[in-house]
């Protein structure tokens, strides 16, 4: 094994010239100082290997040592990293065994070798290869989930400086971070549990997922990208029947005030798209002052009693949406226009001429504007 080991080098260097002829992608990577470290690395390799070839310590020869393993493994992360697949690594695995069986095989043919010996030298060299190839490919399959992981972490921090409290340049930063490419707008969803994975299926890839947002509680927020004018239909179309409530697009750094109008918007029980209610929403963003206005626009119905007081807040109502129209009242009423006009007589003895005052008009529209 002396002789052969003496030639390590300069195999080393066969096998690195071989890859970068035969395996296009590492030309590049290969030359310079990086095909001296290969060139190291082929020869730690191939010395191992010959070292239990000769039996020493007693070991599998199939087995490559610790060393030898270890540098297949970060070899195999490296790739990861670099944006690669492993096809091109075993690929210079596969010329490697072969130059380096073809270099070794000479040389144990010169060392007097018989053909029994050399055959299962041969089966050492492919089973040594075989065990670095696997340990290339776990490498690789490791760094892929690690690097997986550290950039949902950073995709989900996004997700909460987006809806908190974070400062513009914060959130720039941790877009960086998470590599994540900056849309035009983002619009906030609120989706159950159980629908979360069925929806990201029809959504862009790069939709955000926060699970821990203030305010969620047994929901999750998705905050989707460039859902933004045609693109809305299709959103709410992929959304329909998922129990979610959609916010509007928003600048892409402004998200928080979408998902602040969907929290309330579920808070009410106002489904789907928000844009269908913003009435309701306008009206409803001061509870107690909504409160106070109707109390005081409904004063002149206090004496009555409270079913003559539903009745006529009801037809009220119905009246001041369709602009006086009796017949429409009555039709949204399912009465008779008999009995809207009886009723709006009794409004009226009520009011007075307030029901011609444009102030209490507006007052009144606004107070019934939201159902009690």
Same mark, same amino acid.
């Given at each position: 094994?002396?002789?052969?080991?003496?030639?390590?080098?300069?195999?080393?260097?066969?096998?690195?010239?071989?890859?970068?002829?035969?395996?296009?992608?590492?030309?590049?990577?290969?030359?310079?100082?990086?095909?001296?470290?290969?060139?190291?690395?082929?020869?730690?390799?191939?010395?191992?290997?010959?070292?239990?070839?000769?039996?020493?310590?007693?070991?599998?020869?199939?087995?490559?040592?610790?060393?030898?393993?270890?540098?297949?493994?970060?070899?195999?992360?490296?790739?990861?990293?670099?944006?690669?697949?492993?096809?091109?690594?075993?690929?210079?695995?596969?010329?490697?065994?072969?130059?380096?069986?073809?270099?070794?095989?000479?040389?144990?043919?010169?060392?007097?070798?018989?053909?029994?010996?050399?055959?299962?030298?041969?089966?050492?060299?492919?089973?040594?290869?075989?065990?670095?190839?696997?340990?290339?490919?776990?490498?690789?399959?490791?760094?892929?989930?690690?690097?997986?992981?550290?950039?949902?972490?950073?995709?989900?921090?996004?997700?909460?400086?987006?809806?908190?409290?974070?400062?513009?340049?914060?959130?720039?930063?941790?877009?960086?971070?998470?590599?994540?490419?900056?849309?035009?707008?983002?619009?906030?969803?609120?989706?159950?549990?159980?629908?979360?994975?069925? *929806? %990201? !299926?029809? $959504?862009? @890839?790069?939709? #955000?997922?926060?699970?821990?947002?203030?305010?969620?509680?047994? +929901?999750?927020? &998705?905050?989707?990208?460039?859902?933004?004018?045609?693109?809305?239909?299709?959103?709410?179309?992929?959304?329909?029947?998922?129990?979610?409530?959609?916010?509007?697009?928003?600048?892409?750094?402004?998200?928080?005030?979408?998902?602040?109008?969907?929290?309330?918007?579920?808070?009410?029980?106002?489904?789907?798209?928000?844009?269908?209610?913003?009435?309701?929403?306008?009206?409803?963003?001061?509870?107690? *002052? %909504? !409160?106070? $206005?109707? @109390?005081?626009? #409904?004063?002149?119905?206090?004496?009555?009693?409270?079913?003559? +007081?539903?009745? &006529?807040?009801?037809?009220?109502?119905?009246?001041?949406?369709?602009?006086?129209?009796?017949?429409?009242?009555?039709?949204?009423?399912?009465?008779?226009?008999?009995?809207?006009?009886?009723?709006?007589?009794?409004?009226?003895?009520?009011?007075?001429?307030?029901?011609?005052?444009?102030?209490?008009?507006?007052?009144?529209?606004?107070?019934?504007?939201?159902?009690?």
């Amino acid at each position: 094994m002396s002789g052969i080991r003496a030639d390590l080098p300069r195999v080393a260097d066969d096998v690195v010239a071989a890859i970068i002829e035969e395996v296009p992608g590492y030309t590049d990577a290969f030359s310079g100082p990086m095909g001296e470290t290969i060139s190291s690395a082929v020869q730690i390799a191939l010395g191992g290997f010959l070292s239990l070839a000769s039996g020493r310590r007693g070991s599998d020869p199939r087995t490559p040592a610790a060393p030898a393993v270890e540098g297949a493994y970060q070899l195999g992360r490296g790739e990861a990293r670099s944006g690669r697949s492993t096809d091109a690594l075993l690929a210079a695995y596969r010329i490697g065994a072969r130059v380096s069986w073809q270099q070794m095989a000479s040389g144990a043919v010169r060392a007097g070798l018989d053909a029994d010996t050399l055959a299962s030298f041969a089966a050492l060299v492919f089973a040594y290869i075989d065990e670095l190839s696997a340990a290339s490919v776990a490498g690789h399959t490791d760094e892929l989930a690690s690097t997986g992981r550290v950039r949902q972490r950073h995709l989900e921090r996004l997700a909460q400086h987006l809806v908190g409290d974070s400062t513009p340049e914060q959130v720039v930063a941790a877009a960086e971070r998470a590599d994540w490419p900056q849309p035009a707008t983002l619009t906030a969803v609120i989706v159950p549990d159980s629908q979360v994975r069925p *929806a %990201l !299926a029809s $959504l862009p @890839a790069a939709t #955000l997922v926060a699970v821990e947002a203030p305010g969620l509680d047994g +929901v999750v927020l &998705l905050l989707v990208p460039d859902s933004h004018g045609r693109s809305r239909t299709a959103l709410l179309r992929t959304l329909r029947g998922r129990g979610a409530v959609v916010g509007p697009a928003r600048p892409w750094l402004e998200v928080r005030t979408s998902y602040r109008r969907a929290l309330r918007a579920r808070a009410l029980g106002l489904p789907d798209d928000t844009e269908r209610h913003l009435a309701t929403l306008v009206l409803t963003a001061d509870a107690d *002052a %909504l !409160a106070d $206005l109707r @109390a005081r626009a #409904l004063a002149p119905l206090a004496g009555l009693r409270p079913a003559t +007081v539903e009745k &006529l807040t009801e037809t009220l109502r119905a009246w001041l949406l369709h602009q006086g129209r009796r017949d429409d009242t009555a039709a949204a009423l399912f009465v008779h226009p008999q009995t809207v006009r009886y009723r709006m007589t009794q409004l009226r003895e009520a009011f007075g001429e307030g029901l011609e005052d444009p102030d209490t008009v507006l007052a009144l529209t606004l107070a019934l504007g939201v159902a009690p």
